[in-house]
T-cell receptor
Framework: DAGVTQSPTHLIKTRGQHVTLRCSPISGHKSVSWYQQVLGQGPQFIFQYYEKEERGRGNFPDRFSARQFPNYSSELNVNALLLGDSALYLC????????????FGDGTRLSIL | TQLLEQSPQFLSIQEGENLTVYCNSSSVFSSLQWYRQEPGEGPVLLVTVVTGGEVKKLKRLTFQFGDARKDSSLHITAAQPGDTGLYLCAGAASGTYKYIFGTGTRLKVLA
């Protein structure tokens, strides 16, 4: 079975631009969550979605938004990119929610110039 | 703010040595997960601990969940170079919809 897949794997943007990252969960998983991992640190929770509804949100500005589609795939959008948004963006899926183990993709490496 | 603090932050040991990594919080967790992450990859789930006092073994790795479900430990016996990586504990504190990661322990096992 395919694991969590994310696209693109790498992306280079400039300050002020907008970016959309995509995630396909493991088949049968209905919950998707997003994380930002800055070099040398652990992942930081951004959002969790379950059955297309936002269930949880971390301490990120409103420039970050996400949505989940009927097929349970998800997009993370970031507007007005800043240099500090450079990071590895990870998507994870689970059957129901955050009280269950999260299965991670290999992430999208976003670099802001 | 719920925090998961890991210690030590860095660990460099010789092959064959034993080590323990600690994960501590002031919050209660319904479950905790341990992951290992290698450069350029996402975290890979090692184990989930659910019950206070629970001990789980995965080959040379032993995981324990504290009785009060506020802390956990990972013990590696006879470490091997293949154990090298970033070890992360993580979980959703009871009553929250936020999944938080520990500060991480970067392990290097020298041959």
């Amino acid at each position: 079975d395919a694991g969590v897949t994310q696209s693109p794997t790498h992306l280079i943007k400039t300050r002020g631009q907008h970016v959309t990252l995509r995630c396909s969960p493991i088949s049968g998983h209905k919950s998707v969550s997003w994380y930002q991992q800055v070099l040398g640190q652990g992942p930081q929770f951004i959002f969790q979605y379950y059955e297309k509804e936002e269930r949880g949100r971390g301490n990120f500005p409103d420039r970050f938004s996400a949505r989940q589609f009927p097929n349970y795939s998800s997009e993370l959008n970031v507007n007005a990119l800043l240099l500090g948004d450079s990071a590895l963006y990870l998507c994870a899926s689970s059957h129901r929610g955050l009280d269950q183990p999260q299965h991670f993709g290999d992430g999208t490496r976003l670099s802001i110039l | 703010t719920q925090l998961l603090e890991q210690s030590p932050q860095f660990l460099s040991i010789q092959e064959g040595e034993n080590l323990t990594v600690y994960c501590n919080s002031s919050s209660v967790f319904s479950s905790l997960q341990w992951y290992r992450q290698e450069p350029g990859e996402g975290p890979v789930l090692l184990v989930t601990v659910v019950t206070g006092g629970e001990v789980k073994k995965l080959k040379r790795l032993t995981f324990q969940f504290g009785d009060a479900r506020k802390d956990s430990s990972l013990h590696i016996t006879a470490a091997q170079p293949g154990d090298t990586g970033l070890y992360l504990c993580a979980g959703a504190a009871s009553g929250t919809y936020k999944y938080i990661f520990g500060t991480g322990t970067r392990l290097k096992v020298l041959a």
